[in-house]
């Protein structure tokens, strides 16, 4: 594969593609890896297999999940693709069959779009589950070896797909999850999983129309849904075309729906217009549903990219702002308020406590690059409407942190922020282990190569 001479930003620097699968290979350690430190950080990356057919976007890619198990001190790298059917049609192949989300469908390819299952992790009943964005079928593999446990439709049961962002309450075992579709109603499905993965529920939700929703949040009794107005653009349906746009005269909704509620309960909260793609935690208090979450107010701008300050997903700016929406359950009203304007993205927080009002939280602070990546990792006191810094090495990126309990942690913040950065010039990748409460940076394990900048990542403590 041709990646250096690609003209897609996507392909070069920091998002390279890598190649091949690893097997376990230890990583040399800078500092000391805390003893009290157990468990698997996995990460998912688009990252094509075969040289891509036409217009690349980084959406495409294969989904390879990147994982660094610590144990006694130890760091072992590992990576496998995510053996989706589109994957396994094209190995068949020897090439690649599908276009992306630039191009026409090619005559011929096995479907319109290849399910990459290539960005969002989620542990779930003993697997770790890739999930898709445009709603797909979920791929599972085990920890911490990565093997491949096939297809994962919950005995069959799934009546669709599922997208990226499904929640687990770590307290029931529970998984909530979504999907839509842009093409055929239902254009929004909202469902229970539970915790020994029996699909509990799956109930239309009525929605504005086809659009591109992309996260949800949980409380106990709660699951917070996003109807927000980023799909068709409306001007290009009319003139027979399709064409991602931002309507920002159609309605922005927030709907809050008892866990286990059908889809007829959903209570909406019409806010101002904006996109958010992930948020960081949901939470109740008296009356009141709260979310916070990364809103971005003009996704698609009206001014050329080039004039555009900040990372580009094709005409898609990404300048998100920390903002939080209290919706009062008995009266109806709803308020906005910004919390932090520093453009960061790629929430964590403790998924112990999900659910629960947290204090804190952990987001990658966007660099002033053309593409997506971090310069710094900020740690948000969310009581006090503050972060502090975490700069990342001079020449390195980081990609989403994760937060990593210490064994046996008493506080929320006891444990570590742990995430892979990596340096283009220098051709190399290395896991990062700051202490959550110090942010001191306690370790850098050295991976065994260069590892691109990707999607989500999970921290797995035991495994």
Not at 182 to 200: A, D, I, M, N, Q
Not at 274 to 301: F, M, R, S
Not at 306 to 326: F, Q, S
Not at 353 to 360: D, S
Request: proline share 9%.
């Amino acid at each position: 594969m041709d990646t250096a001479a690609s003209a897609y930003p996507y392909l070069q620097a920091e998002h390279t593609p890598v190649l091949n699968e690893s097997e376990a290979a230890p990583c040399r350690v800078e500092g000391e890896l805390p003893q009290d430190l157990f468990g698997t950080f996995a990460r998912n990356s688009p990252n094509p297999r075969f040289e891509p057919l036409g217009r690349y976007h980084w959406f495409d890619g294969d989904g390879m999940v990147h994982a660094v198990s610590v144990k006694d001190g130890k760091a072992t790298y590992r990576a496998r693709w995510l053996r989706t059917e589109g994957l396994r049609a094209e190995e068949e192949a020897g090439k690649a069959l599908f276009t992306g989300i630039l191009e026409k469908p090619r005559p011929g390819a096995p479907g319109p779009l290849k399910d990459t299952a290539n960005t969002d992790l989620v542990w779930h009943n003993g697997k770790l589950l890739g999930l898709w964005w445009l709603s797909g079928t979920p791929c599972a593999v085990s920890l911490p070896g990565l093997e491949p446990l096939g297809p994962e439709r919950f005995g069959n049961k799934l009546p669709r797909g599922m997208a990226a962002h499904a929640k687990v309450d770590a307290a029931s075992g529970e998984l909530m999850f979504f999907e839509f579709s842009l093409f055929k109603p239902p254009f929004y499905r909202y469902g229970v999983v539970s915790k020994t993965g029996e699909l509990v529920s799956c109930e239309p939700i009525d929605v504005v129309g086809p659009r591109i929703p992309h996260d949800i949040a949980i409380t106990p009794r709660f699951t917070v849904l996003l109807d927000l107005p980023l799909g068709w653009d409306v001007a290009a349906l009319a003139a027979g075309k399709r064409k991602i746009g931002f309507d920002r005269e159609s309605p922005a909704r927030i709907g809050v729906i008892p866990r286990h509620g059908k889809g007829t309960e959903v209570r909406w909260f019409q806010i101002e217009p904006c996109y958010a793609y992930h948020t960081v935690n949901a939470y109740e208090d008296g009356p009141n549903v709260c979310l916070v979450g990364c809103a971005i107010d003009d996704p698609i701008p009206q001014v050329p990219k080039e004039n555009t300050d900040g990372p580009m997903l094709d005409n898609i700016a990404l300048v998100p702002t920390l903002r939080k929406w209290t919706m009062n359950m008995e009266t109806g009203a709803v308020k906005q308020e910004t919390l932090d304007d520093t453009p960061s993205e790629f929430p964590r927080t403790n998924e112990a406590i999900q659910g629960q009002k947290v204090r804190f939280s952990y987001h990658g602070r966007l660099a002033r690059k053309p593409t997506l990546m971090f310069d710094a990792v900020l740690k948000y006191d969310l009581a006090k409407a503050r972060h502090d810094t975490i700069p990342v090495p001079a020449g390195w990126y980081a990609g989403e942190p994760s937060f990593a309990p210490r064994v046996n942690a008493k506080d929320e913040d006891d444990g570590y922020i742990v995430t892979v950065i990596t340096n283009a010039l220098q051709d190399q990748s290395e896991f990062w282990v700051v202490d959550a409460k110090t942010l001191s940076t306690v370790a850098r394990a050295r991976l065994p190569r260069r590892i691109p900048i990707g999607f989500h990542s999970t921290w797995v403590s035991g495994v």
